[in-house]
C-alpha cells in the first residue's frame, strides 16, 4: 500500500500520511518564506523563551526510573518530519528493539572486524531540531511526526525518554506548537516526554551531561535559558565530566564558510557555563575541570565528523588518527528531509576563526579536521547533485517540481505576449499575430539581432560603470544570468511561432492560443531545464542548495546511536538506510483503528567504524 493509499484510512490511523515537501514548487516556496519572515519579525518584539521562565524547569536523567545505572543507550536523529516514508522508516528503525548491524566497509572495500554490532534501541530519543517540515503548525506535527513516531513505537516495556530542541521550521509559528507538543508531559507512542521548556539538561550515568540548547533563529541564548543551565549544568559539573552539546545549526560550518561570528553563542556558552561558573555570592569565576567531549547537530542533511587536532598532530588538512582523546563535531540531519550535499565542506574549521570577536579572548584557537568519511561521500554527492539537470535521472527538477514547470510556462506565456508586441512594432504592425503570421524567419534574425544588441550595450554599460566606481570588473551576476537565459528561451519560442505555416483562414484568436501554447510548453520544459542548468552552475550559497533540495531525495536516512559504557567511554555509531521502505500493510490495532505496519524493513549499515570517546580530555 502506497502513502496515496494509505491517505484514504486517515480516520482509521488518525493521521494523513503526507509527501515529501517539494522545495520548489512556487507556492511551497511563497508560503515557507512567509512563514520564516513573520517568525523573523515577531521574535524580535515576542521571545517566547523569555515568556517560559514561569515554567518550572528540572534537571531530566536517563535512563528513565533507573538512577543507579552504569550505562546507556541514546539515539539521536534530526530533521524528522516531511515525507510519511522517510520519516516512517527512520522511525521503525529507531523502533527496533536491537539492531545487528555489520561492521563497516574501509576505504579498501575490506571489513577489518569478523562479527556484527548489536545495538539497543535507545533509552533516550533526541530529537536535534527541524521536527516538521516546511512550517510548524497542530496539523503538520501531527501528520508529518507524531502519528509516523506514534505508529512505530506504540508500547514498550520500558519506555525511552524523549527530548526535543527547536530548529528554524519549528520557530515558524513563533514555537506555539512545538511548545504543545513536547513540553506537556505528554507520550509520543510509548516515548515519555518530560521537558518543560524548549530547552534540557539530562544527567546521564557515569557522569555524562546531555545539553539541548534553544537559539532561537540563530540568535543569543536567553537569560531564563543561561539561568536555567547556570543552575542545573554549571553548578553541578565536577572534574572530569564529559558533555554533549546539541544544537540547532551547525553554526562551526557557518563560522568558517559565511559568518566569522557565527560559532560565538556556542563558543561562550562552553566558556562560560561549562568550563567555568560564577562562585556563588561573587563574581569570581573557576574553572569546573569538565569539558564539552562532543557536539551535536542536525539541520544540514548529510552526515560530516570533525575530530580536534591534538598536540603532536602532523600539520595540514590530513585525516588525524582515531584518538579517544579528540572532541568531535558531528552534523547528521537524515532522520527525513531531502539529502543534503557534502562535497563543498571545509577539510578544516579553525575554532574560532580568524575574524571571530572571541579569537583573542579564549584559550588559543583548536582546529578540528573533517574525518574520513562522510555520507554521502563527496563523488556520489557531486553525482547526486547533476541529477536536477538530467531530465533522465527521475529527480528532474520539473518533474520534481511540477509547481515550477506550471510557473515556467506562465512566465514564458506571459514573456511571448511581451516580445510579439515588441516584434509587431519592429515589423510596423498594429496586431501581433499578424506579425507572427506574416513575417519569416529573416525577420525575426533581425530582431532578435537587435535584442542581442541591446542586451550587449547594457552589458558593456554595466561594465564601464564598475570601472569607474573605481571597483573590480566582475561577470554578470547569477540572478542576471538566468534572466538572460530565460529571455533568450522566449525568443527561441517566438522563432518557433514564426516558422510555423499558420493557415490564412485560421481566426487570429486561435493563432494566439497556439502560438501561446507553443511558448507554455517550451516554457515548462526548456526554460525550467535551462533553470535548472543554471542552479547546477552555482558553486555556493543558496542556489547551491537547490540542487539537492530541489530533488527532495528521499532515500539515504539516518540517524546516530551512542552507548555510554561502564567506565565512562561514550561510542557513536553513524547509522544509514540506503533504501527506505516505499510498501506498507495495515494492522489492526487492540485499542481499535489501525497503523501501518513497514511491508520489508530497510536494511541499515554503519557509515563508518564505532567513533569512540572518552569522558575526560
Not at 283 to 293: F, G, L, Q, W, Y
Amino acid at each position: 500500500m502506497k502513502v496515496r493509499e494509505l491517505r484514504d484510512h486517515a480516520r482509521e490511523l488518525d493521521f494523513t500520511p503526507q509527501d515529501q515537501v517539494r522545495w520548489l514548487a512556487p507556492r511551497q516556496l511563497a508560503r515557507t518564506a512567509v512563514k520564516a519572515v513573520l517568525a523573523a519579525v515577531f521574535a524580535d518584539y515576542s521571545d517566547k523563551r523569555e515568556v517560559q521562565e514561569v515554567l518550572d524547569a528540572g534537571l531530566l536523567e536517563a535512563p528513565l526510573g533507573r538512577p543507579d545505572a552504569r550505562e546507556i543507550w541514546i539515539d539521536y536523529v534530526a530533521d524528522v518530519g516531511d515525507g510519511f516514508d522517510a520519516t516512517s522508516s527512520v522511525a521503525w528503525t529507531l523502533a527496533e528493539e536491537e539492531l545487528v548491524v555489520p561492521p563497516a566497509v574501509q576505504e579498501d572495500g575490506l571489513s577489518p572486524s569478523p562479527g556484527d554490532l548489536r545495538l539497543s534501541r535507545g533509552s533516550l530519543l533526541v530529537l536535534g531540531g527541524d521536527e516538521v517540515y516546511p512550517a510548524a503548525s497542530a496539523m503538520a506535527y501531527e501528520d508529518r511526526m507524531k502519528g509516523p513516531y506514534r505508529a512505530a513505537l506504540p508500547e514498550a516495556a520500558d519506555p525511552p525518554l524523549m527530548v526535543a530542541l527547536p530548529g528554524n521550521h519549528d520557530w515558524y509559528d513563533g514555537l506555539t506548537a512545538f511548545l504543545r507538543m513536547f513540553t506537556q508531559q505528554r507520550s509520543i507512542g510509548a516515548w515519555q516526554t518530560r521537558q518543560t521548556r524548549s530547552y534540557f539538561c539530562v544527567r546521564l550515568p557515569e557522569r555524562w551531561w546531555l545539553v539541548g540548547l534553544d537559539s532561537q533563529l540563530g540568535s543569543y541564548f536567553d537569560d531564563p535559558q543561561l539561568r536555567y543551565f547556570e543552575k542545573h549544568l554549571s553548578a553541578n559539573l565536577e572534574p572530569g565530566d564529559g558533555v554533549i552539546v546539541c544544537s540547532a545549526e551547525p553554526t562551526w560550518l557557518e563560522s568558517v564558510e559565511t559568518n566569522a561570528d557565527a560559532f560565538n553563542a556556542l563558543h561562550w556558552f562552553d566558556r562560560n557555563i561549562i568550563r567555568t561558573r560564577v562562585v556563588p555570592g561573587s563574581k569570581n569565576r573557576v574553572p569546573t575541570n569538565a569539558s564539552v567531549r562532543l557536539w551535536l547537530t542536525g539541520d544540514h542533511h548529510h552526515y560530516a565528523r570533525y575530530a580536534e587536532r591534538l598536540p603532536g598532530d602532523a600539520p595540514g588538512t590530513g585525516v588525524p588518527a582515531p584518538d579517544p582523546r579528540r572532541r568531535q563535531m558531528v552534523t547528521c540531519g537524515m532522520g527525513g528531509a531531502y539529502l543534503a550535499a557534502t562535497h563543498r565542506l571545509p577539510a578544516v574549521l579553525p575554532l574560532p576563526p580568524r575574524g571571530a570577536r572571541l579569537r583573542d579572548k579564549d584559550d588559543p584557537p583548536v582546529e578540528f579536521a573533517r574525518m574520513g568519511k562522510t555520507y554521502p561521500d563527496a563523488a556520489e554527492s557531486r553525482r547526486l547533485a547533476r541529477g536536477i539537470a538530467v531530465p533522465w535521472s527521475g529527480r528532474w527538477l520539473p518533474w520534481r517540481n511540477l509547481g515550477f514547470a506550471k510557473l515556467a510556462a506562465g512566465l514564458h506565456a506571459g514573456l511571448f505576449l511581451l516580445l510579439c508586441f515588441l516584434f509587431a512594432l519592429a515589423e510596423g504592425v498594429l496586431r501581433p499575430v499578424d506579425a507572427v503570421r506574416r513575417s519569416g524567419l529573416g525577420d525575426f534574425w533581425g530582431f532578435g539581432a537587435v535584442c542581442l544588441g541591446v542586451t550587449a550595450a547594457l552589458l558593456v554599460l554595466g561594465f564601464l560603470g564598475r570601472l569607474l566606481r573605481r571597483r573590480k570588473a566582475a561577470p554578470p551576476s547569477g540572478p542576471a544570468v538566468a534572466t538572460l537565459s530565460q529571455a533568450l528561451v522566449a525568443l527561441a519560442a517566438l522563432a518557433v511561432t514564426v516558422a510555423i505555416p499558420f493557415p490564412a483562414s485560421w481566426d487570429g484568436w486561435l493563432v494566439l492560443f497556439l502560438c501561446l501554447a507553443v511558448a507554455a510548453v517550451l516554457g515548462a520544459v526548456v526554460g525550467s531545464g535551462v533553470f535548472a542548468l543554471w542552479v547546477l552552475s552555482a558553486k555556493g550559497g543558496q542556489v547551491a542548495e537547490w540542487q539537492m533540495s530541489g530533488q527532495s531525495i528521499e532515500d539515504h536516512k539516518g540517524f546516530l546511536r551512542l552507548r555510554i559504557a561502564p567506565g565512562g567511554d561514550l561510542t557513536l555509531y553513524p547509522l544509514v538506510l540506503e533504501t527506505i521502505c516505499r510498501d506498507w500493510d495495515l494492522r489492526d490495532e487492540p485499542s481499535g483503528g489501525k497503523r501501518p505496519v513497514p511491508a520489508g524493513r530497510p536494511a541499515v549499515r554503519l557509515i563508518e567504524d564505532p567513533v569512540v570517546i572518552s569522558r575526560g580530555a
